[in-house]
């Protein structure tokens, strides 16, 4: 079992910057793909970043490519969202997932945090 915790969250204006953390329990953080999934009120949940094993292997949609900075620190079980030039259209909250890296799809979840943007 994973546990996913999220923090980071909260109200910025356009333009600004948010950085999102997730930590992980117990020694399986170094064995997952980790990744952050997005929901927006009344929309399904949207793909956001993806990150490998390794650290060093990311992707991103397009709507969050070139402003978004996913990242994982083995050493302290953490995984980062570093999100800039933010939009009101990235409001919604923001989840953390893990899977297997044989899984097709995100096992773990965390509970959500929610970031905010607007004037």
């Known amino acids: 079992q994973v546990h996913l915790i999220e923090s980071g969250g909260g109200w910025v204006q356009p333009g600004g910057s948010l950085r999102l953390s997730c930590t992980a329990s117990g020694h399986i953080f170094s064995h997952v793909v980790l990744g952050w999934v997005r929901q927006a009120p009344g929309k399904d949940r949207e793909f956001v970043a993806i990150?490998?094993?390794?650290?060093?292997?990311?992707r991103y949609s397009d709507s969050v490519k070139d402003r978004f900075t996913i990242s994982r620190d083995i050493a302290r079980n953490t995984m980062y969202l570093r999100m800039n030039m933010l939009k009101s259209e990235d409001t919604a909250v923001y989840y953390c997932a893990a899977r297997r890296p044989g899984a097709e799809e995100f096992e773990y979840w965390g509970q959500g945090t929610q970031v905010t943007v607007s004037s």
């Open positions: 990150v490998d094993l390794s650290g060093r292997n990311t």
